[in-house]
C-alpha cells in the first residue's frame, strides 16, 4: 500500500490527488490529517496520474500535507448474523459498546443488480394492521412501498407501528420459527438525534432491538457519509435475506437527506446539474437503493423496504418524491390536513398506492372480496371528497339523497376506516368488516365495482336501514 | 464488417486513462466509431462514442467499480451488433442482447456479475430446417429460402441477408442444423445461415414505407374505441407515476393482435420484468390459443443495471423487431419506459461535458426519438411482401408535466396520444386514459376497416360517445358551481349517459379474466346498448316521464355488468329488452 503526500486541491467535500500508480475508480481511501485524525474516502474519478477523492467525513483538517493511502478495494461492509442487535455508525463502526464484530463476509456495498430472471414475484400479503395499508394498499413480501410524507408529520409514529405489527398471518399457527426469521434494518440518514432517540426508545421498548441492526448516520454527522449508510444497511439486509433466510424489512429514513447529499458531492464536483440541481444521475443512483428490495427464486428471504422522505414544502412533484414514485412500487402519502384532522395515522387513501396489491390479495391470500371493496371504497372515497368542494359552494341542501349519502361516506371512512391509532392492530378481516361496513350505507346498486355474490355474502342489509334512518 | 479494409487492418489496442462512472477513456486505441470494445482486465464490455486526438471515450455497459489507469482496452472493430436467428422469441435479454437465463447460469448467482459475456441466440442447438427454395432458384436479398419451426405459434423464417449479393441456389437442404451450418449455398459463393449479425444504430433495409390501413386491435375499449393505432402505427402513452403506463403497456403486450410482440423494459421496475416472465407463459394468445410467450421478445434493463445498456436496449429493441418484419410479420414493440432512454442519453452526455440542451438534456434529443420511431411503420419489404412494426413508447414526465422535452419531442413524432391522468388514477378509473386530451389520428384511415369486420356505423356510433363525453365535460364545469339538480332534466339525463359511458364503457378491469380482452365486437355492442338506453331514456323524456324514474329503472345499473358477463352476448342482448320494456313502461 503507498502513501502519497501529493494533494493538489480540496474543494468542499473533496480532495485531488496525483499518484504515479494506476488507482481503481470507487476504491476505499484512507487520509490522515496532520493532527492524527484518520478520514475516509472514496474514489470518484481517477486517470493517469490524477484522483478525485469523495471525503465521507468531510475535508475539515486536511491541508496539502495530509497522507493519502489507497487501500486497493472499494468499500466492504463486514456481515454476520451477530450484527441483530447491534447499533452502528453511519460508516458501519459500532457505537453501542458491544463486543467486537467477528464477520463472517465482506460484502461489496454497491451490490450487483438483481438478474430479473432470477427473481420471484412478489405475492406474499403483509399484514401491517394498518388498515389503510391493509385495506387500500397492501404491502407484499419484497416490495418497496416509500412513504411520502412532510416536515412535521408523524412518518416515524406510521412506521414504527409497521415494524411492531408487521406479520404474514399465514404463518401465525405455523409455529414459533416462523416469527424468529424476521428482521429489521433502520438506516438513520441525516435525521435529527431526537428522531433516532424515538426510534431507538420504541426499539427497546418493545424489545425488536433484537432482532435489528440499526445504522445511524445522525444530522450533524459528516453529509457524505449519508451516501454510504443506505448502501450499507442494504448489504446488511441482502445477507440476512438471501444467506440467513430472514423477511427483512428495511426502513430508511430520511431519503430527502440522501439526496441533499448527492447534490452536494454533485455540485463540489461542478457537474452538470438537473432539475433543482440535483444530479442527473440521480434516478439511476436512486434505482440503486430501491431496486435491492425484491425476492430470489430458491431463496428463503425476502429484503422489503421502506423508504421514507419528507416531501419538501409537501411537493409531490419535486424531484426526490417525483423519481422515487418511478421506482417505487407505490407510495403511502401521510396528508397534513387529516393530520390536523386528528386522523391516525393521517394516511390520505386517494393518492396513495401499491402497485403490487393485486396480486398479493384475493382468495386464499387475504379474501376473495378485497380487490372490489378496496375499488368501490376508492371510488365512494373520491365522489364523497368531489362534493366536499360543491357543498361549500351551494350547501348540503341544494345536493341529492344520494350525493348526500356519498358525503357522509366520506366523513365515516375518515373517522372509521382511517382512523385507527398507533397502537391499534387490526387483522386484514377487520379491515375488511369495517369497510363493508361503511359501504352498506349505499345501496346495492351503488356498489357497482363489486361482484354479486360478494355483495350477497357481506352486505350488511341492517347498516343500509339504519343509514337510511338518519337520513330521513 | 462489410467494409474490406477491416479485415486487412489489425486494430491496435489501447490502455485505460481514466475512469468516471461509466464512462471511460483510453489512450492510444485505435477504433472508430460506436465499435464495441472490451474494457480492462475482466473485458467489460463497451462502446466507442467519442474519439478525439490519441484519446478515445468508451461507454461501458457494466459496473466500472475497481477499474482503473493502465489496465487495457481491446477492440474488436465491429459496432454493436445483435445475433438474429432462431430462438429470440420466448428468451429475456438485457440492454445488449446478453440472454439473462444463460447468464444466471453461467455467473451462477441471482445477481449480475461482470464481464460474462453470451452470444444472444443459442449456437450449440439444431433446429428443424426445411427449405421453400430449389436448387436453380434464384434468391434475392430479403428472400425467404426456409422455414423453421421456432415456437408453438411462430414459423422462423429464413432470408438471404441483406447485405448479400444473392444468386442462384446450388444447395438446398433439409434437416437439423445449428444456426451457423449452411442451409442454402449460392452460386455467387455465398452461403446463407440461420444466424444474422447486424449493427443495432442502423435500420434495415426495406423498399418503402406505406399508409398503415389495419388497426393493431388491442382489447381495450378505450383503445380500440376511440383511440386507435394502426399496424405500422406508433402511438405514446405519457403520465405521472401510478397512472398505469405499465399496466397499459402489459395489456397491450398481452391482448393485441400483433404476430410477434418485443417488450422492451428500459430503466424500469425487475419486479414488473419478473411478472411479465411469470405470467406471460400462463396466458393465451387470444389469436392462436397457444402461450403468449412464444410470440414475445423480452428485453429487460431494469433501473438498477448499467445505464449504457440502458441507452442502447431501445436500439437491440427495435432491430430485432426489423428482423420479425422482414419475416412479413406483424410486429408490436413496446418500450417502457422512452423517458428513461432519454434520461441514459442525457446521463452520458453530461459525463462527456456535452454543452446540454433543454433541461440537461442533449442537443440530439429529438433526433434521437425521432430516428427511433421512424423505425416502425408498415413496409414494403425487399422481397415484396409486407411487414409492419407498430412502436408503442411509455414516456414518464418528471411530475407528470407533459411540457417537458421528452413527452414534447415525442409529441411531435406520434400519431397517437394516450394521455394517462393522474386524476382518473386516484379514483381508480382504470385505464386512466383521459378521453379529451388523448387523440388518434389514424381514426379516419381505419374507418373503413371498422365499417368492413365490425359494424358498419360503428364510426357514427363513436361520434355519438365522443359528443356526450365532450358535452359532459362543459355541463360538469357548471355542476361544480351549481349542483346537479339545478340543470334542466335533458341534461342530467345527458350526464347520467355519459356516465354509463365512463363507468361501463370506458372503463376497463385489466385484472378481470372476462373483462380483461374485449373484442371489437363486444367493444361496439356494449356502446350500442348505451345507445339505446340513451334513446330510449330521451324518448321517455320527451314523452314528460320524470329523469328520476328513468333513470331509476332497474336495468340501468347493469349496464355496469357488461364488461364483465361471462356470456356477453346473450347479456347484452336480454339488457337491451329490459331496457326498452322498462323504460316504455313509464309512459
Known amino acids: ?472 | 464488417m462489410s467494409q474490406a479494409q477491416d479485415t486487412e487492418t489489425v486494430r491496435e489496442d489501447g490502455i485505460i486513462e481514466s475512469v468516471s462512472g461509466p464512462v471511460v477513456t483510453a489512450a492510444d486505441l485505435d477504433a472508430r466509431m460506436n465499435d464495441v470494445v472490451y474494457v480492462g482486465d475482466e473485458g467489460l464490455m463497451g462502446e466507442v462514442i467519442e474519439i478525439e486526438g490519441n484519446l478515445t471515450t468508451i461507454q461501458v455497459y457494466e459496473e466500472t467499480s475497481g477499474v482503473g489507469p493502465g489496465e487495457p482496452v481491446e477492440n474488436t472493430g465491429e459496432p454493436l451488433s445483435v445475433d438474429l436467428g432462431p430462438g429470440m422469441l420466448d428468451s429475456i435479454y438485457d440492454g445488449v442482447q446478453r440472454p439473462l437465463d444463460v447468464l444466471e447460469s453461467k455467473m451462477g448467482t441471482a445477481f449480475l456479475d461482470r464481464g460474462v459475456d453470451a452470444p444472444g441466440i443459442d449456437l450449440e442447438k439444431t433446429w428443424e430446417f426445411t427449405p421453400t427454395v430449389s436448387v436453380g432458384d434464384t434468391v434475392a436479398p430479403g428472400d425467404i429460402v426456409g422455414e423453421v419451426p421456432e415456437t408453438e405459434s411462430i414459423t422462423h423464417k429464413v432470408m438471404v441477408p441483406p447485405d448479400y449479393d444473392g444468386g442462384d441456389v446450388t444447395a438446398a437442404e433439409e434437416g437439423e442444423f445449428t444456426v451457423d451450418e449452411p442451409v442454402v449455398e449460392l452460386d455467387s459463393g455465398e452461403a446463407v445461415t440461420m444466424h444474422q449479425e447486424w449493427p443495432v444504430r442502423q435500420a434495415r433495409p426495406a423498399l418503402e414505407k406505406q399508409s398503415p390501413t389495419i388497426p393493431l386491435v388491442s382489447g381495450q375499449r378505450i383503445q380500440d374505441g376511440l383511440f386507435p393505432i394502426a399496424k405500422g402505427g406508433t402511438a405514446a402513452i405519457p403520465g405521472p407515476f401510478g397512472s398505469g403506463k405499465t399496466v397499459t403497456q402489459h395489456q397491450l403486450a398481452k391482448w393485441s393482435d400483433a404476430d410477434i410482440v418485443v417488450y422492451v423494459g428500459c430503466g424500469e421496475r425487475g419486479n414488473e420484468m419478473t411478472e411479465v416472465i411469470e405470467d406471460f407463459p400462463e396466458l393465451e394468445d387470444p389469436k392462436t390459443g397457444k402461450p403468449l410467450m412464444s410470440r414475445t421478445c423480452l428485453i429487460a434493463n431494469t433501473s438498477n443495471m448499467p445505464v449504457a445498456a440502458r441507452e442502447s436496449c431501445i436500439y437491440t429493441g427495435i432491430t430485432i423487431a426489423e428482423y420479425f418484419r422482414d419475416m412479413g410479420y406483424d410486429v408490436a414493440l413496446m418500450a417502457d419506459s422512452t423517458s428513461r432512454w432519454a434520461e441514459a442519453m442525457r446521463e452520458i452526455s453530461s459525463r462527456l461535458e456535452e454543452m446540454p440542451g433543454e433541461e440537461g438534456y442533449p442537443a440530439y434529443l429529438a433526433a434521437s426519438l425521432s430516428e427511433f420511431y421512424e423505425r416502425a411503420g408498415l413496409f414494403e419489404l425487399l422481397n415484396g411482401d409486407q411487414g409492419s412494426i407498430s412502436a408503442i413508447g411509455a414516456v414518464s414526465p418528471p411530475g407528470g408535466d407533459f411540457s417537458e422535452p421528452v413527452t414534447q419531442n415525442t409529441l411531435r413524432i406520434v400519431k397517437t396520444f394516450w394521455a394517462l391522468d393522474a386524476d382518473l388514477a386516484n379514483r381508480r378509473h382504470f385505464p386512466s386514459i383521459n378521453w379529451n386530451d388523448s387523440y388518434s389520428l389514424y381514426t379516419q384511415q381505419l374507418d373503413p376497416w371498422y365499417r368492413e369486420n365490425v359494424a358498419e356505423d360503428f364510426p357514427e356510433i363513436r361520434q355519438w360517445a365522443v359528443d356526450v363525453l365532450d358535452e359532459e365535460d362543459e355541463l360538469q364545469e357548471i355542476v361544480q358551481l351549481v349542483g346537479k339538480d339545478a340543470l334542466p332534466e335533458d341534461q342530467q339525463l345527458t350526464l347520467e349517459v355519459a356516465r354509463y359511458l365512463r363507468e361501463a364503457w370506458l372503463q376497463q378491469n385489466a385484472f378481470h379474466d372476462v373483462d380483461t380482452f374485449c373484442p371489437p365486437e363486444k367493444t361496439y355492442q356494449m356502446l350500442q346498448a348505451i345507445k339505446t338506453f340513451n334513446d330510449e331514456a330521451f324518448a321517455a323524456l320527451d314523452a314528460g316521464v320524470p329523469v328520476g324514474e328513468i333513470t331509476g329503472v332497474d336495468a340501468a345499473p347493469r349496464l355496469n355488468r357488461m364488461g364483465t358477463a361471462e356470456e356477453w352476448d346473450e347479456f347484452i342482448d336480454e339488457l337491451e329488452s329490459n331496457l326498452e320494456a322498462q323504460i316504455r313502461e313509464l309512459y
Open chain 1, 1 to 472: 500500500m503507498k502513501e502519497y503526500q501529493t494533494i493538489t486541491e480540496i474543494s468542499g467535500p473533496l480532495v485531488f490527488a496525483e499518484v504515479d500508480e494506476p488507482v481503481g475508480y470507487d476504491e476505499i481511501v484512507e487520509i490522515e490529517t496532520p493532527d492524527g485524525d484518520t478520514l475516509r474516502g472514496q474514489v470518484l474519478e481517477s486517470s493517469e496520474g490524477l484522483v478525485s477523492i469523495q471525503v465521507f467525513e468531510g475535508t475539515g483538517g486536511i491541508d496539502r500535507n495530509a497522507s493519502v493511502r489507497f487501500l486497493g478495494e472499494t468499500m466492504k461492509m463486514p456481515v454476520t448474523e451477530d450484527l441483530l442487535g447491534r447499533v452502528l455508525d453511519g460508516s458501519g463502526n459500532p457505537i453501542d459498546d458491544g463486543p467486537e464484530i467477528v464477520p463472517e463476509e465482506r460484502r461489496d456495498i454497491v451490490g450487483a443488480a438483481i438478474n430479473p430472471y432470477s427473481r420471484e414475484y412478489p405475492e406474499e400479503f403483509i399484514q401491517t394492521g394498518v388498515s389503510t395499508i391493509d385495506g387500500m394498499n397492501t404491502l407484499v413480501r419484497g416490495q418497496k412501498l416509500p412513504i411520502f410524507s412532510g416536515s412535521g408529520l408523524p412518518h416515524n409514529d406510521l412506521a414504527l407501528q409497521i415494524a411492531r405489527q408487521a406479520t404474514v398471518p399465514e404463518e401465525e399457527d405455523g409455529g414459533d420459527d416462523e416469527a424468529s426469521d424476521f428482521a429489521v434494518i433502520f438506516g438513520a440518514i441525516g435525521i435529527t438525534a431526537e428522531e433516532a432517540n424515538e426510534f431507538m426508545q420504541d426499539f427497546e421498548r418493545t424489545g425488536a432491538l433484537e432482532r435489528s441492526v440499526v445504522f445511524m448516520n445522525l444530522a450533524d454527522d459528516p453529509a457524505v457519509e449519508r451516501t454510504v449508510t443506505p448502501r450499507l444497511a442494504l448489504t446488511t439486509a441482502e445477507y440476512l435475506a438471501f444467506e440467513k433466510d430472514y423477511h427483512v424489512l428495511v426502513i430508511l429514513t430520511d431519503i430527502t437527506n440522501y439526496c441533499e447529499a448527492l447534490r452536494e458531492i454533485g455540485a463540489a464536483r461542478e457537474e452538470v446539474p438537473g432539475r433543482r440541481g440535483y444530479p442527473g444521475y440521480m434516478y439511476t443512483d436512486l434505482a440503486q437503493l430501491y431496486e435491492r428490495a425484491g425476492r430470489i427464486e430458491g431463496r428463503e428471504g425476502s429484503v422489503t423496504q421502506i423508504p421514507i422522505l419528507t416531501m419538501p414544502s409537501d411537493d409531490i412533484t419535486h424531484p426526490i418524491p417525483d423519481l422515487t414514485g418511478y421506482i417505487t412500487e407505490g407510495q403511502i402519502i401521510v396528508d397534513r390536513s387529516l393530520n390536523s384532522q386528528g386522523a391516525k395515522p393521517p394516511i390520505d387513501v386517494s393518492d396513495s398506492l401499491s402497485r403490487l396489491m393485486d396480486d398479493g390479495i384475493g382468495e386464499g391470500l387475504t379474501r376473495g372480496d378485497h380487490s372490489d371493496v378496496s375499488a368501490q371504497l376508492y371510488a365512494a372515497y373520491a365522489e364523497g371528497k368531489d362534493l366536499r368542494d360543491l357543498v361549500n359552494i351551494v350547501g348540503r341542501e341544494a345536493l341529492s339523497e344520494r350525493d348526500n349519502k356519498y358525503l357522509d361516506f366520506a366523513d365515516r371512512f375518515e373517522e372509521e376506516f382511517v382512523q385507527q391509532g398507533y397502537d391499534t392492530d387490526r387483522t386484514i378481516i377487520e379491515t375488511l368488516e369495517i369497510g363493508w361496513e361503511l359501504l352498506s350505507m349505499f345501496p346495492k346498486e351503488e356498489l357497482n365495482r363489486i361482484d354479486e355474490d360478494a355483495i350477497e355474502e357481506y352486505y350488511l342489509e341492517d347498516e343500509s336501514e339504519v343509514a337510511e334512518a338518519t337520513a330521513d
